[in-house]
């Protein structure tokens, strides 16, 4: 054993060492903790534990370092027991130094009662690490002991402080500066508080050596002071740079939020939680009609109506326990107008605590009233009012997927002579026959049943409520009667007789397309045999009449026998003034009858399903003349063509149309296909589905006809169209007809809503075409520019055009 005297004599290599482990012990701790607080604080026990553990070692080589300065010894049992019980002690006081930072529970007297924990360990560490290992030499010196302790316990509150100051700002050890000072101050203090304690257990009088020059307690004790100060001072000093900072962007963020405040094109504002105003910007004065000072003095159930009062209540309560909220509202203004506002609101949150909700409204009166007509449009017949196609197929799905079977019949009314009416005192006289004809049977039927115009004089009644096969008939007899007394027209009676064709379910058939089309061949039955009667249909009407078959007959003949010819009508673009395609539109060079428009023939095609042949030829022929006039004129021109129903719901239509591309050799982007309205109100899903796989080959898809019959406004955002194509129907008298002109206006604002592309076919004055034009609507097509054209027609137009 060495002497008592060279107890003093340090290895100051075992020092360095000891200050770098230190050193780098703390850094490396600081690094883990910050990894910790950068991921999620829940922390498994075993990742702190692995953590702990390795801390636990680098401080026992920390002691071990400064035991061995002061003395080496070579009892291994007293190495050992040291080892086991510095580690031991260190890992447990660093898994509670981890845990306590991680706790974000912990504020003021739980943060002093970690630090004195903490503290409390250090000394236990020590103390005990210093009695196994100078056991021989131990004196207490108990003022020292207690200085010793003080200053652990000093260092301890230091590093929890800094500690949790990093827990609740992770930007505190961004700047590798502070990091590393931090580090050096904690290693300092840790290395020499463990000669602190070791003086305080080694009798002072024993230890003097004579010729050093100063005390090196005095020494250690200035080291762990002047550190134990800059791990206050960087704390605070960082505390200070944060706190300009945070004022900075406390200025910058007010000045932001009264921006967003006063210059939002909504309106802006925010309530206590007794519902008072508080703020409120321009917008909210400008909906309200008060004043900026009168609603500061007001709540704002003062200025919601009184049938919305109770949601609105409810809505904020509901923020004010912390939700966000989104919600219609109907005010009441200052001078008693009612606006419908859209309301989100979030609750105010200060140090923890609501005390009040913010809200942003925006008024979508307008927008709703606009929802609204363009959802009364797609529903309801814009002559009469009255429901219309599209309702009457919703409502006959509806029927058909009813759980419990339903009986129902469907009635198919049709005016005889109408046309001749129409024909003889013009359309504005027939447009008013009809809605005479609305009125009538809105007063002969009650709200039991669907009424609905499917267009032209043709009407449909959905008969519900079991009347049976003579309660129908009593209702077709009563229906007639009511048009036993004439119509008055402009002071001029009217006199009208229907034909009614009624199909029954589910006697004559499961779905929509055989009941209308059985009652549709009742009807015709009526009128082919009298007039002003009814008739149920019967399995026989479904014979074909002698023309029918010979139609039928001349029709796949013409097939056969390359009697088919297309004529190409150009689409032109207003403002540029250029072709940029055509539409292929079908003609039957009959033999013997000549020229035979698709209107007499094409009927007949789909039913027999010949359709399908003649569409396929159609697409065939229309893709190799534009793969020529490609070529020829040097343009990017596309072709639209016609499909039906009928084919486009083939299974391998998608795979025909892709084989014909191919063949040809032309770009899909060049083909568009026109389908019709009808064809999205059956089965829907699957029509999206083939549009979509249509699209996906690179097609066009237009939606022809559009506003006609079933008015699928509501379907636009659902369609994977790419344009609409306005009927001549509502061009013809746009320029004399304001309901025809607003049905136009509505449809092309919608188009341009959904990005869709709009064009107007049967443009045939210069009056239509300014119209459109000024409506943003430039594609068109029509007799003012071209009527349907042969391919040498096509040519020479194009030669004259291009001119």
């Keep these: 054993m060495k002497s008592i005297i060279s107890l003093y004599q340090l290895e100051y290599i075992f020092v360095i060492f000891g200050f770098f482990v230190s050193f780098l012990t703390f850094y490396g701790g600081l690094s883990f903790i910050r990894l910790f607080l950068k ?218 939020f009264q921006t967003l405040f006063h210059h939002n094109p909504d309106a802006v504002f925010s309530v206590d939680p007794n519902g008072k105003f508080i703020s409120v910007n321009f917008i909210a004065s400008e909906y309200t009609g008060y004043s900026i000072s009168d609603l500061k003095r007001m709540t704002f159930e003062d200025v919601v109506a009184p049938e919305n009062a109770n949601l609105a209540k409810g809505m904020f309560k509901r923020s004010l326990q912390g939700e966000v909220h989104q919600f219609e509202v109907l005010i009441k203004t200052k001078i008693g107008d009612y606006k419908e506002l859209y309301i989100s609101t979030v609750p105010i949150m200060i140090s923890g605590r609501i005390v009040g909700v913010y809200g942003i409204a925006k008024d979508v009166t307008e927008n709703n009233r606009a929802e609204k007509m363009i959802h009364y449009l797609a529903y309801h017949d814009e002559l009469t009012g009255m429901a219309n196609r599209r309702y009457f197929n919703e409502e006959l799905e509806r029927l058909l997927m009813h759980e419990n079977q339903v009986s129902f019949a469907i009635m198919l009314l049709d005016f005889d002579r109408f046309k001749r009416i129409n024909d003889l005192f013009g359309q504005e006289f027939g447009d008013r026959v009809i809605q005479a004809i609305g009125k009538r049977l809105s007063e002969v039927l009650d709200d039991r049943f669907v009424v609905a115009r499917l267009g032209g004089d043709e009407f449909t009644i959905i008969v519900t409520g079991n009347l049976g096969e003579k309660g129908v008939s009593l209702l077709a007899q009563h229906v007639l009667e009511s048009f036993q007394y004439p119509l008055l027209i402009d002071h001029q009676e009217c006199l009208l007789t229907a034909s009614i064709g009624i199909s029954l379910y589910p006697e004559h058939g499961k779905d929509a397309a055989e009941l209308i089309k059985y009652a549709d061949m009742a009807m015709y039955d009526v009128k082919d045999k009298s007039t002003n009667n009814y008739a149920f249909y019967k399995e026989e009407m479904s014979n074909q009449t002698l023309h029918k078959i010979v139609l039928e007959n001349d029709l796949r003949r013409a097939i056969d026998e390359d009697e088919l010819i297309l004529h190409y009508q150009p689409k032109i673009n207003t403002r540029s003034n250029n072709v940029i395609g055509f539409e292929a539109l079908v003609r039957w060079q009959h033999p013997s009858i000549g020229l035979i428009s698709p209107d007499e023939f094409i009927a007949a095609a789909e039913e027999t399903g010949l359709i399908i042949p003649i569409e396929k030829w159609v697409m065939s022929q229309a893709c190799q003349q534009l793969k020529k006039w490609q070529r020829y004129f040097g343009q990017h021109l596309t072709m639209a063509v016609n499909l039906s129903q009928r084919h486009f719901y083939q299974e391998d239509i998608v795979c025909t149309i892709s084989s014909i591309l191919q063949s040809v050799g032309l770009e899909p982007s060049s083909l568009e296909l026109e389908i019709t309205e009808s064809m999205a109100m059956f089965n829907e899903n699957e029509t999206i589905e083939k549009l979509n796989k249509l699209r996906e080959l690179g097609l066009e898809i237009s939606m022809d006809d559009f506003g006609t019959g079933y008015s699928s406004l509501s379907y636009m955002n659902k369609l994977p169209i790419n344009r609409l194509k306005i009927d001549r129907l509502f061009i013809r008298d746009i320029t004399s007809n304001s309901g025809d002109l607003a049905i136009v206006t509505t449809i092309i604002s919608m188009a341009h809503h959904l990005g869709l592309e709009i064009i107007a076919e049967g443009v045939e004055t210069e009056a239509q075409l300014r119209i459109l034009q000024g409506l ?28």
Aim: proline share 2%; charged share 15%; glycine share 8%.
């Design 39 to 256: 991921k999620e604080r829940e922390q498994s026990k075993w990742k702190i534990g692995m953590v702990s553990s390795l801390l636990g070692v680098f401080f026992y080589s920390i002691n071990i370092m400064v035991n061995l300065s002061v003395l080496k010894i070579n009892d291994r049992e007293v190495l050992v027991y040291h080892g086991l019980i510095i580690m031991l002690l260190s890992s447990v006081i660093s898994y509670i130094v981890i845990r306590i930072i991680l706790n974000e529970n912990w504020r003021g007297r739980f943060l002093l009662r970690g630090g004195f924990l903490v503290a409390a360990g250090i000394f236990s560490t020590f103390f005990i690490g210093n009695f196994v290992y100078f056991n021989k030499v131990i004196a207490f010196n108990f003022v020292q002991l207690i200085l010793a302790l003080l200053l652990i316990i000093g260092f301890s509150l230091c590093i929890v402080r800094f500690l949790h100051l990093m827990n609740s700002d992770e930007n505190l050890l961004i700047s590798l500066g502070w990091k590393v000072l931090g580090s050096l101050a904690s290693g300092t203090v840790f290395l020499f508080l463990p000669y602190l304690v070791f003086y305080g257990m080694i009798e002072k009088k024993l230890i003097i050596n004579p010729g050093q020059q100063g005390d090196p307690y005095l020494i250690a004790l200035a080291f762990n002071l002047l550190c134990i100060g800059l791990l206050i001072y960087i704390p605070d000093r960082y505390g200070v740079l944060k706190q300009m900072e945070q004022s900075e962007q406390l200025v910058k963020h007010e000045q932001q």
């Design 776 to 803: 943003d609507c430039y594609e068109v097509q029509g007799y003012f520019y071209s009527k349907p054209l042969s391919v040498e027609g096509v040519e020479e137009y194009m030669h004259s055009y291009i001119k």
